[in-house]
């Protein structure tokens, strides 16, 4: 049997992003987005079945029998963390562990535009970092977090599932609460917290109906909020929202999203050509007047206008941002069309001798 702090220590060095265990096969590794096998031997059930158990207190290990999936971190002896998920599949277990770095990185590190560091600013509302799994959402969280940890005295809750990134308290005082183990549910977390005299919330996730009224609620008493959902721009995100709701209640969604949304970071990640890495391509939804007269009327089909149109002010598109990223030579063509919006519109926009009229555009929208 192979020891999975050894598998993971290896992981760790190989700098992968996911290791996965599949019974029949060796531990499998996720690197630059390519899976590669480590050299181990194949997992057996037994092996799967010691690993979850080494992990997890007795009550844990016998939900997972009953439930066949369970959500939680394990910690190696030198501090890498790591997000885990045990399941099984073909009647067997298998495991799926997501790196999470040691250190929290800053937000000018990840590349993200300017205009993101500014959110952390803002006095009250509520800011979306959305995308699909996988796409950084919790690191950009975790800077953005980290920045106000270094700028601002503020009391700060975090209700997580689990806990990705440790805080630790600096000019804020932070208090990080984990689904499972310190509240029975986001919702129920979310309800104490509004009695706990925070700043400044984070929701891991706005998961379902309750999870998200009390999200927004907190938003509209005055509190800073961060949460995150899976969703691929600023109008899926809007949308996602409000389609949460029973019929009979969107209007007075749409009514309190469009008082208390501040910004939607959607975010995708790109494997770099220049080095060894990953880069996100960011769209940006400052809720300006006009963008909440569209979330207020339902014309939420307006709002890629409006971030078009809305450059100087900080807005960005995706498919812009993944231009801009072709252009600086850090992303390959091909992918760059083939995961834009429109595929078609892209081609021509990267064709030969494009390049310094579209850097000018930019540089003449920051004006």
């Known amino acids: 049997m192979s020891d999975i702090k050894v598998i993971l220590e290896n992981a760790v060095r190989q700098d992968a992003s996911d290791v996965h265990i599949n019974v029949g096969m060796p531990p499998i590794i996720r690197y630059n987005t390519q899976l590669v096998e480590m050299p181990f031997p194949a997992v057996t059930q037994e092996d799967a079945m ?34 885990v ?24 590190d990840l590349n993200l535009p300017p205009v993101v560091k500014e959110l952390i600013d803002l006095p009250r509302g509520l800011v979306l970092v959305t995308g699909h799994t996988g796409s950084g959402k919790s690191t950009s969280l975790a800077a953005m977090i ?43 977390g ?18 379902d109906l309750e999870t998200t009224s ?8 005055g509190h800073l909020v961060f949460s995150t959902l899976h969703t691929i721009n600023a109008s899926q995100s809007i949308e996602r929202i409000v389609d949460i709701y029973p019929s009979g209640q969107q209007n ?30 960011t769209e940006v939804l400052l809720c300006t007047s006009a963008a909440r007269n569209c979330i207020r009327e339902n ?42 919006s429109n595929p078609g519109k892209m081609e021509k926009t990267l064709m030969p001798g494009n ?7 930019i540089d003449a929208a920051l004006v």
Request: with cysteine; glycine share 4%.
């Open 214 to 221: 009390f999200t927004i609620s907190a938003a509209e008493t």
């Open 146 to 188: 980290g920045q106000i940890n270094q700028t601002y005295s503020k009391r700060i809750i975090t209700i997580e599932d689990p806990i990705e990134y440790l805080m630790k308290n600096d000019h804020c005082m932070i208090e990080q609460r984990e689904i499972g183990f310190d509240c029975p549910t986001f919702s129920s």
């Open 252 to 281: 007075q969604i749409r009514a309190m999203l469009a008082n208390t949304l501040q910004a939607v970071v959607s975010q995708t990640l790109f494997k770099r050509i220049d080095k060894p890495g990953m880069i996100p391509c």
């Open 85 to 108: 998920n045990a399941h099984y599949q073909r009647e067997t277990v298998a495991i799926s562990f997501r790196v999470i770095p040691s250190q929290v990185k800053n937000v000018d």
């Open 50 to 83: 010691a690993m979850v158990k080494c992990m997890v207190d007795q009550n844990r290990f016998e939900r997972f029998q009953v439930e066949r999936d369970l959500d939680f971190s394990a910690t190696l002896s030198d501090g890498h963390r790591f997000r």
């Open 190 to 207: 979310l309800k104490h917290a509004l009695r706990q005299d925070p700043d400044i919330i984070m929701v891991g996730e706005m998961r």
């Open 299 to 340: 014309r939420i089909f307006e709002i890629p206008n409006i971030i078009e149109t809305s450059r100087r002010l900080g807005m960005q598109s995706l498919d812009h941002s993944i231009a801009q990223m072709y252009f600086r030579g850090l992303i390959e063509r091909d992918e760059a069309i083939v995961r834009s």
């Open 355 to 361: 390049q310094s009229r579209f850097l000018q555009e």
